[in-house]
C-alpha cells in the first residue's frame, strides 16, 4: 500500500520536542564567535527632516564598538522598487539621512558586545527630526496634498486598470454598492526576524536569516549590495513561522552582511517583538469599493470591485498584490461582467507585504461581502444566489474575464457539502427561533465560496529544483528549493521519496534553505510547496529508478525493462522474482546514485472551497463569538492529511482573526497604537472553536501528484464567513454591513444605528 | 551578583547581572535555546518554563529570583533513554506543532493545565492555554494533544524529578 495519502507523523518532530529547533537566534555557529550584536536606532516619528543624528554620547557607553549612520552608507546605493511599473523615484535608504518616513524607519545602528548594551546604547543615540504632517490612510495619500517622496510627484506607487465603461451597470433592476475596508494586519510570526552574517577571507559571506527562501534572498543581497551572488552563502535554519512576511530579504538582513564587512567581526541581529510589530511587513491595508448588479431573480450580471492598496512607506510586495486581487475578482462566479481597478499608494507607516493569501483573501471578502449585500437586497437566502450564480463544474479549462484559467472545480458542489455538514437548514430554523424570541444572544450564519490561485509564478520562474540521492548505507537525501517554516516538508518530500523507493521515510533526509547546496529554488510562498516542489522530487524519484535500472540492467546482465521496482527490497527485482534484485544502496556503493531535476508546471491551480460559520452575537454587547467553522477545502489529491489539516487549522485561525479582531492602528500623527502583544489583539486559544472540516478532492492535472496548494486555503475562505455570519447575526435588526475587524464596539455601534440610536 | 540555579537537575553557580531575565539566563548562559523569546510584553508565552512547580513566563522572572531554585525547561522533560514525557508524545501524534517556536513554551504549559486539572474539557484546555500563543496550528490540534496526553494519567501534569534527569 502506498504511504501517499496517509497520515504519517512528522519525522521532525522528536527534535523539535525535545530540544527544541534552531532558529537563527539559537546559533552556535563557529563562525559567529564573538559576533557583535546590532541594534536599530528607529524613527519615533511618521515623518519629518532629519536634522540630526549624534552618536557621542552612545559611543561612551559600555560595550559599544560602533555606531553607524547615513554617512558611513553613502557609497550603497538605495534600494530601488522591487518592481518595474512602480514610481522609480521611491526607493528607500539603507538609513535615513535627509526624511524619515514612518515610525520605525532606521536612522542609525548600534553595535554592542553584548545584546542588553545595545538596547541601553540605542536610547543614548540622540535623533533630531523636525515633523512633517504624517499621511496616514490612502484617502489622505491620493489627495497627494503631503508627499512622501517629493521628487516623485505624486504618492501613487503604481496604478492598475481603467474605470469601468459608463453602462457597465445599465440593464441592472438591482444595483447594490457599499465602500469597505479590508485592514491592516500584522503577520507576527513568533519568531520575528533575524539574521547573522559572517565574512571568511576569501571574501564570501555566509549569512543566516530567517526567510521562506533562500535563493530569492540571496538574490536581492547580491542586487543590493551590488555583489556577485556566488560569494553570498545564505542559510535559513528552522524558520519559525512566516505567514508572507519572510518572503524576500529584508533590508535589515543585508545590511547585517553590510555590518560585519564595516566593523571586520562577524554581526547578529534579531529584533524584539515591538520592534516586529512596527518593522516588519504588514498585510492587506485594502479600502474597496464594490458594486453588484443583477436581476430579482438572483442572477447577478456586472461585479465590479475599485480599491486602494496602501503599501506604506516603501514599496514591498504589498505594491503588486492588487493584481492578484484584480485577478481573481470573479472568484468562483460566472458573472458576465467583471471590472477591476486598484491604486497603490504610500503612506507613512509601515510598508504591505504578502500575508497568508496575498491579494486573493481580500478579493474573496470583497466578493463575498458583495454577494450577501446583492441577496439581502432582493430578499434570498444568500445560499440561493451563489447556487444560482456559480460556475458549473468544468474539468476542462475555464478562462475568466480577468484573464485568469482555472484548472479544475466543482463549487457548487463544494457549497453543498459545507451546507449539509453545517445542517443549514435546521441553523435557520433556530435563528427564525430566536429572532422570533427576541434573544440576546441572536445567532448568524455566514458563508463562503472561493477560488485561489496557488503555485504561481513567484518571479523564480514556475519551476521547481529537486534532487535525490541513495547512499550506500542506504540512507538517501532529497534537496529541494522549497523551504519549510512549519508545513513538514521534511516528512513530506521523504513521503514521496519513500513511495517510489522503498527506503523507509525515517533514512531520507531532506536539506533545504543553503544556497551552496542548494543554488535554485522558488521558496516555500503562493502555496506552491507540494504542487512544485513535491513534484519535483517525485520527478526526481522516478528518475533515480530509470537511472538505477540502467545501471542494475548491465550489472545483472538483464534487459532493463525486466527490471522493477521492489519496495520491500528497496532496489530493483527482475519481474517476477521478489527479493532476488539488487538494492538502490548496493547501486550507490559501486557509483554514485544521483539525480537532479527540475520540474516545470504547465500552469498555477486554482483550489477551492466552501466555509459555513455559525456565531453568536451578544446584541446588547456587541460581542461575537464563533461557536462554529465548517470548511471544505479542495486542494487536489492529499500528501498526508495530518499536515494539510494542520495548514487549513492555521488559516481558519487567521482568518477568523481578521474577520474579529485584529488590526493594526495608527492614530491621526502616524503613531502606531499596536506596537506590542499587549495592544494588539493576537487571536488566542479562547477566540476560537475546533474546526469541522469536510473532505474533497478533485485533482489537477498540472502536476503528477494532482496537488494544489492548501496554506492560504483557511484565511481566504474563513475571513468572509465570520464576517458575513456576524452581519447576518443582526440583519433583521436593520445592520447591512460592519467591517472588519467586526469588534464588540463596531457591532454594538451598527445595531445602535440600525435602532435609530446615537 | 551570583546564583545557584538547578536547571533539568544540573546544578550551577553563576555570575549574572541583575537585571537578566531568566530567559535570557536559561539560553545565554545555561545554553538551553529551546526556550524561545516571542515577545516583550509577556503575552505570547514562548519562554513559558516551569520553575519550583509553577508553570512561569521566564521573560516575567529574573534570574536571581530564581536563586536556589528549580527550572525545568522542555530539554529537561525526555527521560534519560529519550523517551518522550507524555505531552511531547501526544503534541507528535495530534500534529500539535508546525514551525515549533511556541512548541516549548506550550508544551510547559500544558503540563500546568493538566497538573491543575488531569481532565479538562476543550473549553478548559482553550482558557487554561489563553497565554500561550500560536500563529501556526490554529490550536485545535494542540488542544487535542493536551486532551490526548491527559489518558496517560497523572505523568503528563508532572515534571521529571530532577534525580531522574541526573541519571
Known sequence: MSILGTRVVRTEDPLFLTRGATYTDDLTDERLTGALHATFVRSTVAHGRLLSVDASAALEAPGVVAVVTAQDVADLAPIPPPFPFINPAMTRPWLASDRVRFVGDPVAVVLTEERYQGEDAAEMVAVDIDPLPAVVGTAAAASDEVLLFPEAGTNVMASFGDPAPADFFDGCEVVVTQAMVNQRVAPVPLEGRAAAAAWSEDGRVTVWCTNQGAQQARGQFGDWLEMDPDLIHLITPDVGGGFGAKIGADPEYAFVAWLAKHVGRPVRWAESRSENLIGMLHGRGQDQVVTVGGRRDGTIEAYSIVFDQDCGSYPRIGAVLPTLTMLMAPGVYGFPKVHAQARALATTTTSIGAYRGAGRPEATAALERAVDLFAAEIGTDPADVRRKNLLPAFSEPHTTPTGATYDTGDYTVALDKALEAAGYAELRAEQARRRERGDVRQLGIGMSVYVEITGADNGAGTGEAASLEVHPDGTATVLTGTSPHGQGHATAWAMIASDQLGIPIEKISVVHGDTDRVPQGGGTMGSRSLQQGGAAVHQAAGELVDLARQRAAEKLEVAPEDLVVDLGLAGLAVRGTPGTGITFAELAADEQLLVQTRFTAAAPTFPFGAHVVVVEVDVESGKAEVTRLIAVDDAGTILNPLLAEGQRHGGYAQGVAQALLEEVLYDEDGNPTTSTLADYPFVSATELPSFELVEMATPTPMNALGAKGIGEAGTIGATPAVQNAVIDAVAHLGVRHIDMPTTPMRVFRAVQQARGGS | ?167
Not at chain 2, 529519550?82 to 514551525?99: K, N, Y
Open chain 2, 1 to 167: 551578583m551570583q546564583v545557584s540555579i538547578t536547571v533539568n537537575g544540573q546544578p550551577r553557580t553563576d555570575e549574572v547581572e541583575p537585571r537578566l531575565l531568566l530567559a535570557h539566563y536559561l539560553r545565554e548562559v545555561r545554553g538551553l535555546t529551546a526556550t524561545n523569546i516571542g515577545c516583550d510584553t509577556t503575552s505570547c508565552g514562548a519562554c513559558t518554563v516551569v520553575v519550583d512547580g509553577l508553570t512561569v513566563k521566564s521573560c516575567t522572572v529574573l534570574a536571581v529570583q530564581t536563586d536556589g531554585g528549580q527550572v525545568t525547561t522542555l530539554e529537561g522533560l525526555a527521560g534519560p533513554d529519550g523517551e518522550l514525557h507524555p505531552v511531547q508524545r501526544a503534541f507528535r501524534e495530534e500534529h500539535g506543532l508546525q514551525c515549533g517556536f511556541c512548541t516549548p513554551g506550550m508544551v510547559m504549559a500544558a503540563i500546568g493545565v493538566l497538573a491543575d486539572n488531569p481532565d479538562p474539557s476543550d473549553r478548559e484546555v482553550r482558557e487554561g492555554l489563553e497565554g500561550n500563543l500560536c500563529r501556526c496550528t490554529g490550536y485545535h490540534n494542540i488542544v487535542r494533544a493536551v486532551q490526548a496526553a491527559a489518558k496517560a494519567g497523572p505523568a503528563a501534569g508532572q515534571v521529571p524529578q530532577a534525580q531522574e534527569v541526573q541519571a
